[in-house]
């Protein structure tokens, strides 16, 4: 899903929620009343986010390179300069590539790109698809 129409959903949402009546006279008894058509609209945006396990985010790769040896000092490099950051590598055969990190936009990535070309010259954002799961133990 585009980030525009994941904004544009939440907003509707929200606006529907603000519209929502509650109902109640103390903390402990508050109800929410909602139409059946918002409550089945609320019940098919929660099954489509729970079944979609892949999202789109922007990362950056640090190497692309044939050699497995390169490619894991470059691991150990980036992991030295950055403990606890997430890195990834793949094996596109004959390539093996190295991605690093999670990004909103591509200008969220910048600052970070431009430091880590300092070490990766040939280092590239590029837009993948990411296991939520990857992003929520992160």
């Known amino acids: ?18 519209d ?4 109640g006279n103390s ?3 508050v109800k929410i009343e909602a139409s059946p058509s918002i409550e089945k609209m609320m019940e098919r945006f929660i099954s489509t ?3 979609n396990e892949m999202i789109k985010a922007w990362r950056i790769q640090i190497i692309t390179t044939d050699d497995r040896r390169e490619m894991e000092t470059a691991k ?9 950051m997430n890195i990834d590598w793949k094996h596109v055969i004959p390539y093996y590539q190295v991605r690093v990190g999670y990004f ?15 070490t990766f010259p040939s280092a590239t ?3 993948d698809s990411v296991s939520k ?3 929520v133990s992160n």
Request: no cysteine; proline share 7%.
């Open 1 to 18: 899903m585009k980030p525009s129409n994941f904004i544009r959903k939440l907003f509707l949402i929200v606006s529907i929620l603000i």
């Open 20 to 23: 929502l009546t509650i109902v």
């Open 27 to 29: 903390q402990n008894n």
């Open 49 to 51: 986010g729970k079944s």
């Open 76 to 84: 150990s490099t980036f992991s030295n300069m950055y403990p606890g």
């Open 104 to 118: 909103e936009n591509k200008n969220k990535l910048m600052p970070f790109l431009l430091e880590l070309k300092k």
């Open 125 to 127: 954002p590029v837009y």
């Open 133 to 135: 799961r990857a992003l």
